[in-house]
Every structure is written in structure tokens, then in C-alpha cells.
T-cell receptor
Framework: GDSVTQMEGPVTLSEEAFLTINCTYT??????LFWYVQYPGEGLQLLLKATKADDKGSNKGFEATYRKETTSFHLEKGSVQVSDSAVYFC???????????????FGTGTLLAVQP | NAGVTQTPKFQVLKTGQSMTLQCAQDMNHNSMYWYRQDPGMGLRLIYY???????DKGEVPNGYNVSRLNKREFSLRLESAAPSQTSVYFCASSEVRLGPTWNQPQHFGDGTRLSIL
């Protein structure tokens, strides 16, 4: 079945460092891909998404490009801040061709800790 | 601007007790979901409801039941709690569309932290 694999954490960076969190996926169809972020004590929030190959999702300085040839959707940010400290989840949609719903399959999450 | 509201936020149960987790959304979404989050395992889908009146099993449904009470509310019930069900439970909802924009994001509540002794 479909699955998502993301790099294990924690990832510890200094403020203004470059961030990459790797995510690869396995899917039989044509999934959409997502990055969600979870701040301490909160639920998940959508960070960005891409719906087809070569699409780039971006938000709040974060970017990820849907690479079908490498089945990857790596998250990047050029200069992280302390406020970016959170858990980041890569996810893909389990497409229901009937359009009834759009279940998500999540990776295990990567904890990012940014130090001042 | 509540979005998805879960109650309670915290709960401690003894093995064998029963409990219902409540979830309500005010975004007029058709689909609703229940996940559990465990360390090192990400979020796993327990049950989902594609629309009012329908429910389906997800990846880890054993030990749980759900009720889609109306379009707004989707509850999760533990009939006889077990320590293995200690987890953080998240409810989510999403809009449903057909065609090229079918894949709408899910909106999450803040979670219920459940401990079973």
C-alpha cells in the first residue's frame, strides 16, 4: 500500500541555518503531497501542498517540490528561526476516485529544534 | 472562528472504563476523521466519515467505535479502555470536492491526551 518515509529527528539547527527535511513516498496512483506542522501542545496545521509532479508548494519561507522521478517531497527553508521549532509531518493523500473523501497517510514526523 | 473543537483536552481512565471523545466542526465540511498519534509512528487513521450517515474503518479501528451524529459532530468511543490505547487523539475535517480540486486539506483540532492506567 501507499506509504511515506521521512527522516528521523530530532534535527537541531542554529538560527538562520538552512533546513532540509527529507520525505519520500510510495504510491500506486497519483497522490497529492502535503507538509503539516505541529507546534507544542497544538494540532496539525497545513504548511504547504503540491498536487501534481513538478509543482512547488510554498508558505512562510518553506518550500517543497513534488518530484515524481525520485518520489520525493523534501521540505526546505533558507533561514530558520526559533519560532520554526515544531514537529513536521509529510503526508500523501489516499485518493478516492469517487471523490467521497481524501484520507491522509502520514510519515512519522521530524522534530525540529532551532537554537538562538 | 473555532474550526475543529475537541473535548475533553485531557483524560485519565482506568483499564476497562468507557469514554466518548467529542469532536465538532463549524466549517460545514462533509468529511471527518479520527487519528491517534503515538511516538515514532506519526498519525494513524482510526475511523473516518465521508459524509453524514456514513462511517468506515481506517488503519487501526480495533477497540473503537464512532458515531457521526450530524454534519458537525463525530464522536469516538472506547468501550473498554486498555493501556495500549494511551495516546493523543486528533479529530480532523475536510471539504469534499470533485474534479481537479478534489484534494482539499484537512483541518485538525488540538487533540485529546488520553492516559489509561
Amino acid at each position: 500500500g501507499d506509504s511515506v518515509t521521512q527522516m528521523e529527528g530530532p534535527v537541531t539547527l542554529s538560527e538562520e541555518a538552512f533546513l532540509t527535511i527529507n520525505c519520500t513516498y510510495t504510491a500506486t496512483g497519483y497522490p497529492s503531497l502535503f507538509w503539516y506542522v505541529q507546534y507544542p501542545g497544538e494540532g496539525l496545521q497545513l504548511l504547504l501542498k503540491a498536487t501534481k509532479a513538478d509543482d512547488k508548494g510554498s508558505n512562510k519561507g518553506f518550500e517543497a517540490t513534488y518530484r515524481k522521478e525520485t518520489t520525493s517531497f523534501h521540505l526546505e527553508k533558507g533561514s530558520v528561526q526559533v519560532s520554526d521549532s515544531a514537529v513536521y509531518f509529510c503526508a500523501l493523500s489516499d485518493q478516492d476516485y469517487g471523490g467521497a473523501t481524501n484520507k491522509l497517510i502520514f510519515g512519522t514526523g521530524t522534530l525540529l529544534a532551532v537554537q538562538p | 472562528n473555532a474550526g475543529v473543537t475537541q473535548t475533553p483536552k485531557f483524560q485519565v481512565l482506568k483499564t476497562g472504563q468507557s469514554m466518548t471523545l467529542q469532536c465538532a466542526q463549524d466549517m460545514n465540511h462533509n468529511s471527518m476523521y479520527w487519528y491517534r498519534q503515538d511516538p515514532g509512528m506519526g498519525l494513524r487513521l482510526i475511523y473516518y466519515s465521508a459524509s453524514e450517515g456514513t462511517t468506515d474503518k481506517g488503519e487501526v479501528p480495533n477497540g473503537y467505535n464512532v458515531s457521526r451524529l450530524n454534519k458537525r459532530e463525530f464522536s469516538l468511543r472506547l468501550e473498554s479502555a486498555a493501556p495500549s490505547q494511551t495516546s493523543v487523539y486528533f479529530c480532523a475535517s475536510s471539504e469534499v470536492r470533485l474534479g481537479p480540486t478534489w484534494n482539499q486539506p484537512q483541518h485538525f483540532g488540538d487533540g485529546t491526551r488520553l492516559s489509561i492506567l
